[in-house]
Each structure stands twice: as structure tokens, then as C-alpha cells.
Nanobody
Framework: QVQLVESGGGLVQAGGSLRLSCAASGLTFSTYAMGWFRQAPGKEREFVAAIRWSADFLTYADSVKGRFTISRDNAKKTGYLQMNILKPEDTAVYYC???????????????WGQGTQVTVSS
């Protein structure tokens, strides 16, 4: 049974930082691309960042470039999203996902976590 478990969300002031983790089990993590998406209340889910299985290709949404960093540790079967200089508009539920393509499109991903809430206060 495939399981993705996000952690690290919380409440932070604008300008602060958080590090999200995504722990995978039940599949060969190192063969999957990983993406992070987010969904704010009343809005559609949007792409944040993605990383190839080999970590040699990364891609980011324009809104987070220069502030967020995606990474992974295949030995630990865990992916990360380091979020710096957080803004109130970053407030959302953040989801990690695994798929065969390093893509910004949500339907490219086969497996999803349950999400972790990130709230940035002004």
C-alpha cells in the first residue's frame, strides 16, 4: 500500500521559514518524480515545485522561485520543500505527489499525500 505522509506545516509570520517533509512508503521512491502542490481556500490546486527522480532537474512555479527549494533524499524515501521568505499568499494546504513525469500538471501524478496546512500571518 502506497503512503505519502507530509509534515512540517504550521503557523508562521510573514518573512519566516518552514520546511515540509514528505515520507513515502510502499513503492520504490527513487524511481518517481516528486511534486509539491498547494490549494488555498476557494482556489484550485496549483503547482509549486517538482524534482526528477535523480534530482538533476528541478522546476518551480514563478510565484515561489528564489524563495522555495525542493529536494529529496532517496535513501530516506523522503522529499522536502524548504520555504523561505513566506508571504500571506503562501497560505494553503500543501500536498506532495509522486509520478513518472517531472511535471507541473497535477494529473501527471499517481500518488498523493493527505496534505499539511501552512498558514502565514501578516
Amino acid at each position: 500500500q502506497v503512503q505519502l505522509v507530509e509534515s512540517g506545516g504550521g503557523l508562521v509570520q510573514a518573512g519566516g521559514s518552514l520546511r515540509l517533509s514528505c515520507a513515502a512508503s510502499g513503492l520504490t521512491f527513487s524511481t518517481y518524480a516528486m511534486g509539491w502542490f498547494r490549494q488555498a481556500p476557494g482556489k484550485e490546486r496549483e503547482f509549486v515545485a517538482a524534482i526528477r527522480w535523480s534530482a538533476d532537474f528541478l522546476t518551480y512555479a514563478d510565484s515561489v522561485k528564489g524563495r522555495f527549494t525542493i529536494s529529496r533524499d532517496n535513501a530516506k524515501k523522503t522529499g522536502y520543500l524548504q520555504m523561505n521568505i513566506l508571504k500571506p499568499e503562501d497560505t494553503a494546504v500543501y500536498y506532495c505527489a509522486l509520478g513518472r513525469e517531472t511535471s507541473g500538471v497535477s494529473h501527471s501524478y499517481n500518488y498523493w499525500g493527505q496534505g499539511t496546512q501552512v498558514t502565514v500571518s501578516s
